[in-house]
C-alpha cells in the first residue's frame, strides 16, 4: 500500500511476495544446514510473525550485537551477499579482493628470490674473471722483523721521576685583579681539578718506582730472556723456511714432479680466493717427459644457473613460474665455466716464470653423485706460447648491462667463451643434456703411454727427440690429433743431416705402404732430401721391403720400439708400452 506525504492511502497498493525457495537460500547463505528450521522462523511463535507481515518475516532473527533483541540483514548485510536478494554460492567480494592481495604478493616475494640467484650468478661471474696473483716463489718468501723488548721502549729505569708540576692544573684567573691567592683556592672546580692531580701524580710515581725496582731483579732479566729466545726461534722459522722453499725451487727447476705439482697446487687454490662460496677445486699432475701439466677441475651443479626468470600471476590467482629458455641457462652455466677455466690456465702460466712447463692440459669434470662416472664438459690442451697471449677479462668488460639482456651477455660475444675456444678448447653444446666430449689427456702416471698424450704432449715429445738427436728449424705445416706434419734441417755432421719431412702419428693398426708414397710426394713437393715416417705402432713387411728399394731408401722409418727407445737415450725417460 502506498501513502502519501500526510499519511494518507493514495488509493493504490504495492504488494511483495517471497519468492520459492527464499529463505532456504537465506538458510544456505548464513550457513544453515538444510532442513533445519530457524528459531522464531515459524509463524505464529512469539517473537516471530508471519511470512510478509513485517521486517520480522523477513529472515530469520538473531540476537544482536548486544543481545537486546532481533537483528535483522541491512543494505550492508545484502551488499555482500548476507540479506534479500542474495544468490546461492555468491562470493564475497572483499574476501576475493583480500586473496588476490595475497597471491599477488606471493608473486612478488618468489620473483624477488630468483633476482637474487641472478645477481649472485652476476657477482660470481665478475669475481671469477678477477685477475690472478702469481705465487711464483719470491712472492713466497717469508721475511723477519725483530720485535723489541718491552722494557727496552717507555718506562724503562731511564725514565726520569714524574714532576708534579707536569701534572698540576692550571690555577683559575681572579676576578679581581686585586684579590689575592686565597680567593682561587677557594674555588670548588679548582679543588676538585686539583685533587685529581694529586692522585695521578701519585700513581704515576708509584708506577715508576715500581718499575725501577723490578729493573735489575731475576724475574726481569728471565722475562728478558724468554724474549730474545721467542725471538731466535722466530728467525730460525723463517730461516728454515726460505731454505725449504728454495730447495723447492731448485727441485722445480730440476723439474721434479712433486715440487712442480706442490707449485701448480698452491697456484690453484690462491687464484681459488675470490670465489670461496663457490668450491672448484683443481688438482694438478706434472708429466716430466713431455713438462707437461695435466689438471682436473671439478665444476660447480648445474643447479648453480638460475632456471626461471620470475613468477607471474594467472588470471585464476595461481601463481606461476616463468622458465628460462634451456639455450639461455646453458650459455650462462658455460660461461662461469670459460671463466674457471681460463683462471685455472692463467695461475699456471702465472706460477711458472722459470717456464718448466711446454704446455698445459685442463679438464673440467661434472661430478654428479647420481652418475656412475664424471662428465668432461670442457677439455683446453694449451702450449706455453698459447698460454701467454691467453689472459682473463678485466673487471667491468663483459658486464655492460643492456634493456634487453641485463647482465648476461650473446654466447657468441662473451669474452671468455671465445678465448677458451680460440686455444683449441673443447666444449659441450649442452650441459644439462649432459653431452660429454673427449678429454684431451686424462690425469694417471707421469709415464704415460703414447696413446694418453694430448695433440701438444705429442708433438713437443716428437720434437725434443728429433732436435736432439739434430734437426734443427724445426716447421709444423699440419697437426691434428692423431699426428703432424713437419719440416727440419739437419746440420751436416749430425745423425740426420740435410731438410727432412717429418710424418709422426700414433697409429693403432700397422701403416701400409699408401702412406709411404704419400710421404714420397710430400718430400718431392717440399724440396727435401729426406723423409721420416715416425708411428707408435708398427710397419707392415710390405712397408719394410718397400723402404728397402733403391728409390725409398731416403725414407726413414721409427715405429714403436724405436720412439720408446728414443725416448730413454735422449730424454733419459721411459714411455710406457701400449698402442
Do not use: K
Not at 543494505?75 to 554460492?89: C, F, H, L, M, S
Not at 718506562?155 to 683559575?172: I, S
Not at 725451487?249 to 705439482?261: D, N, Q, T
Amino acid at each position: 500500500m502506498q501513502y502519501s506525504a500526510d499519511g494518507q492511502s493514495e488509493g493504490t497498493a504495492t504488494v511483495q511476495f517471497p519468492r520459492p525457495g527464499f529463505l532456504a537460500s537465506v538458510f544456505r547463505d548464513l550457513g544453515a544446514e538444510e532442513g533445519q528450521e530457524p528459531d522464531d522462523a515459524a509463524a505464529g511463535r512469539p517473537g516471530g510473525g508471519a511470512a510478509g507481515d513485517g521486517p520480522s518475516g523477513v529472515g530469520p532473527t538473531s540476537s544482536g550485537p548486544s543481545g537486546q533483541g532481533p537483528s535483522v540483514p541491512g543494505p550492508a548485510d545484502r551488499g555482500n551477499g548476507a540479506g534479500v536478494g542474495g544468490g546461492a554460492g555468491e562470493a564475497d567480494p572483499d574476501e576475493a579482493v583480500a586473496a588476490h592481495a595475497r597471491a599477488a604478493a606471493l608473486t612478488h616475494h618468489r620473483t624477488l628470490a630468483v633476482r637474487a640467484e641472478h645477481d649472485r650468478l652476476a657477482d660470481l661471474l665478475r669475481r671469477a674473471a678477477l685477475p690472478v696473483s702469481a705465487m711464483d716463489f719470491e712472492s713466497q718468501l717469508r721475511h723477519y722483523q725483530p720485535r723489541p723488548y718491552p722494557a727496552d721502549g717507555p718506562g724503562t729505569a731511564e725514565e726520569p721521576e714524574p714532576r708534579w708540576e707536569d701534572f698540576a692544573p692550571a690555577e683559575p684567573p681572579a676576578a679581581d685583579p686585586e684579590s689575592g691567592p686565597s680567593r682561587r683556592l677557594l674555588d670548588s672546580g679548582y679543588q676538585r681539578e686539583l685533587a685529581q692531580a694529586r692522585l695521578t701524580h701519585q700513581r704515576a710515581l708509584r708506577e715508576w718506582r715500581t718499575r725501577r725496582a723490578e729493573a735489575g731483579s731475576p724475574a726481569a732479566d728471565e722475562s728478558r730472556r724468554a724474549h730474545e729466545a721467542a725471538e731466535e726461534a722466530r728467525a730460525r722459522a723463517v730461516r728454515e723456511y726460505n731454505e725449504s722453499l728454495e730447495e723447492c725451487r731448485r727441485a722445480y727447476r730440476l723439474a721434479e714432479p712433486a715440487a712442480v705439482e706442490s707449485l701448480l697446487e698452491r697456484a690453484l687454490a690462491a687464484a681459488e680466493t675470490a670465489t670461496q662460496d663457490l668450491p672448484a677445486p683443481c688438482r694438478a699432475v706434472f708429466r716430466p717427459l713431455t713438462r707437461t701439466a695435466v689438471l682436473d677441475l671439478d665444476l660447480p651443479p648445474l643447479d648453480l644457473v638460475p632456471s626461471l626468470t620470475g613468477y607471474r600471476l594467472a588470471p585464476d590467482g595461481d601463481v606461476l613460474p616463468v622458465p628460462r629458455p634451456p639455450v639461455d641457462r646453458a650459455t650462462d652455466y658455460l660461461r662461469l665455466v670459460a671463466r674457471l677455466a681460463l683462471r685455472a690456465l692463467q695461475a699456471a702460466d702465472a706460477v711458472d716464470t722459470d717456464e718448466i712447463l711446454t704446455g698445459v692440459v685442463l679438464n673440467g669434470w661434472l661430478r654428479d653423485p647420481a652418475a656412475a662416472e664424471p662428465l668432461c664438459l670442457v677439455s683446453v690442451d694449451a702450449d706455453r706460447d698459447a698460454l701467454a697471449r691467453t689472459r682473463l677479462l678485466p673487471p667491468g668488460t663483459p658486464y655492460e648491462e643492456r634493456d634487453d639482456e641485463g647482465v648476461y651477455a650473446d654466447a657468441e660475444q662473451d669474452e671468455a667463451l671465445v678465448r677458451l675456444r680460440q686455444l683449441g678448447a673443447a666444449v659441450t653444446p649442452d650441459p644439462y643434456d649432459r653431452a660429454a666430449v673427449q678429454p684431451a689427456a686424462r690425469v694417471g702416471a707421469t709415464v704415460p703411454a703414447a696413446a694418453d698424450l694430448s695433440a701438444n704432449e705429442f708433438a713437443h715429445l716428437v720434437r725434443d727427440l728429433l732436435t736432439r738427436g739434430g734437426i734443427a728449424q724445426w716447421s709444423v705445416r699440419l697437426r691434428g690429433p692423431a699426428g703432424l706434419v713437419a719440416t727440419g734441417e739437419g746440420a751436416p755432421g749430425t745423425a740426420l743431416p740435410g731438410r727432412w719431412v717429418v710424418w709422426a702419428s700414433r697409429d693403432a693398426a700397422a701403416i701400409g705402404a699408401e702412406q709411404i708414397e704419400t710421404l714420397v710426394e710430400a718430400v718431392g713437393e717440399e724440396s727435401a732430401e729426406r723423409g721420416l715416417r715416425l708411428t707408435t705402432g708398427r710397419f707392415t713387411e710390405e712397408v719394410l721391403d718397400l723402404t728397402a728399394e733403391e728409390g725409398h731408401r731416403h725414407i726413414h722409418l721409427i715405429d714403436g720400439d724405436g720412439v720408446r727407445e728414443l725416448a730413454r737415450t735422449h730424454l733419459g725417460l721411459p714411455l710406457a708400452t701400449g698402442g
